[in-house]
């Protein structure tokens, strides 16, 4: 069993930055393949990011290419993301989520946090 706890979110302007942080409880962190999925309202959840277990492969959506970056620190369980250059667009909940592959459909991944807000505006 694996808590996840995100933290980070908040309201930024357009072509601003903020860092998502998503610290896991247990010992078994570094076992687990992490993403970053959102959900707009109204739309449904969308994979964004994620790592493999050792933080050597990542993947992205190309919606999010080349302005979000993905790592982790299995020293410290946890899981960023750091997202620069924000658009409208990119405002929804994210989530981020633990799994045995790393994956881009959010049924590859069995455990998820509560989800925290960001907010960008024009």
């Known amino acids: 069993q694996v808590r996840l706890i995100e933290s980070g979110g908040g309201l930024v302007q357009a072509g601003g930055s903020l860092r998502l942080s998503c610290a896991a409880s247990g010992r078994t962190f570094s076992m687990y393949a992490m993403g970053w999925f959102r959900q707009a309202p109204g739309k449904e959840r969308e994979f964004a990011a994620a790592i493999s277990r050792s933080g050597s492969i990542t993947s992205y959506a190309d919606s999010v290419k080349g302005r979000f970056t993905i790592s982790r620190d299995n020293a410290k369980n946890t899981v960023y993301l750091q997202m620069n250059s924000l658009k409208p667009e990119d405002t929804a909940v994210y989530y981020c989520?633990?799994?045995?592959?790393?994956?881009?459909?959010?049924?590859?991944?069995?455990?998820w946090g509560q989800g925290t807000q960001v907010t960008v505006s024009s």
């Open positions: 989520a633990g799994g045995w592959v790393t994956g881009k459909d959010g049924k590859q991944y069995d455990y």
